[in-house]
Every structure is written in C-alpha cells, then in structure tokens.
C-alpha cells in the first residue's frame, strides 16, 4: 500500500519568513495530493491540493509543488502570520483500489510573533 | 449545507459500556471515513465505507463496529469502551468517481474519555 512521510514534524519560525512542509510518497499511482490544515481543537480542513498533472499551484501565500519523478511534494507558506500556527497534513490518494488517501504524520508549526 | 456534523460532541464513558457517535452529511458523498485521533498525533483510519451498504476496516478496527444503510449517515459503534479508545474521533465524507480522489470534508470530532 502507500505510504507518505512528512517532515519535520516541528518548524519553528519568526514572523515574515516562509516555511516548507516536505512529504514523499511511495505509489507511483497515487494522483491527488491534498494539504490539510488543523488548528488546537478544531477539523482538519483543506487548505490546498494538487493533481498528479500539474507541477505547482498557488494560493496567495501558501503553494504546493509536485515532483512525480521523485515522487515528493511540498507546501511553501510564505510571509508566515501568528494565525499560520498550526498542524498541518498531507496526504496522497492512490488511482485505483479502494482511493482511500494516506496521510503523513503531521507538522506542527509555530509562528513566533 | 450543515456539511459534515457529528454528535456528541463530548462524552465520558465508563469501562465496559457501549455507545454510537453519529455521522451525517448532507453533500450526497459516496465516500464515508472515520478516523481517531491520539493526543498530539496523527489520524488513524478505522472504517470507511464506499457507499450505502458497504464497509471496510482500516487501519485501526478492533473495538469497534460501523454501518451504512443510507448514504448520509454513518455511525460507528463502541462495544465495552476501554482506556486505550480514549481518543477524538473525526468522520469525514468525500466524492470519489472512476479513480478520482476528491477532498474530504471533516466532522467537528467527537470527544470521549473512558474512564
């Protein structure tokens, strides 16, 4: 089955700098890539996704990027706010099967004002 | 669209008792999940249904039971709670067709302690 690896599992940053969120994945079938965000005590809730043929997308200030060759891909928030603080997840949903998607393990990131 | 809802919100269960945590979504998703999540860690997958009258076990199934008999409903039960259920349980609902994933749409969790 699949499996995705996130990290780091802690970032920590000031105010104003970006943060980078890295997750591989091991199905090469796997064709939707979706960014949960999840607040203390809230739902995860989507915050941005991808599919398997586009190489980058962007939301004002946070974007993913795919890598189906090496099989990665990655969330940048840039000029990060206080209100970015937060765990974040990936995931990667396999074509065929079940399309049960796999999530990473989390990232909890703190930004210091 | 109330979207996904969830009830309770809180419960604390004493060892050995039984409960149901509701699921309804009201999106005519086809796809239905339900995940625990442990103090400062990830989801879990326990069940998961891929349409009325359909389930399957995920990753953590031991301990509890589902079932679908309609499309917007989606409850799971807990028989003889233990301490190791202590957890938040989310459900979620999503659109899959002919090997599409589409996002999943998260319940507010339900939170339960057992005592």
């Known amino acids: 089955g699949e499996n995705v690896e996130q990290h780091p599992s802690t970032l920590s940053v000031q105010e104003g700098d970006s943060a980078v969120i890295k997750c591989t994945y091991s199905d090469s079938a796997s064709n939707y890539f979706p960014w949960y965000k999840q607040e203390l005590g809230k739902r995860p809730q989507l915050i941005i996704d991808i599919r398997s043929n586009v190489g980058e997308k962007k939301d004002q200030r946070i974007a993913v990027t795919l890598n189906k060759t090496a099989k990665h891909f990655s969330l940048h928030i840039t000029e990060t706010q206080p209100e970015d603080s937060a765990v974040y997840f990936c995931a990667a949903n396999p074509l065929g099967g079940s399309y049960i998607p796999t999530f990473g393990r989390g990232t909890s990131l703190i930004v210091h004002p | 669209n109330a979207g996904v809802t969830q009830t309770p919100k809180f419960r604390i269960l004493k060892i050995g008792q039984s409960m149901t945590l509701q699921c309804t979504q009201d999106?005519?998703?086809?796809?239905m999940y339900w995940y625990r999540q442990d103090p400062g860690m990830g989801l879990k997958l326990i069940y998961y249904?891929?349409?009325?009258?359909?389930?399957d076990k995920g990753e953590v199934p031991n301990g509890y039971n589902v079932s679908r008999s309609t499309t917007e409903d989606f409850p799971l039960r807990l028989e003889l709670a233990a301490p190791s259920q202590t957890s938040v349980y989310f459900c979620?609902?999503?659109?899959?067709?002919?090997?599409?994933?589409?996002?999943?749409?998260f319940g507010p969790g339900t939170r339960l302690l057992v005592l």
């Open positions: 999106m005519n998703h086809n796809y």
């Open positions: 249904s891929v349409g009325a009258g359909i389930t």
């Open positions: 979620a609902s999503s659109y899959a067709i002919a090997g599409v994933g589409e996002t999943q749409y």
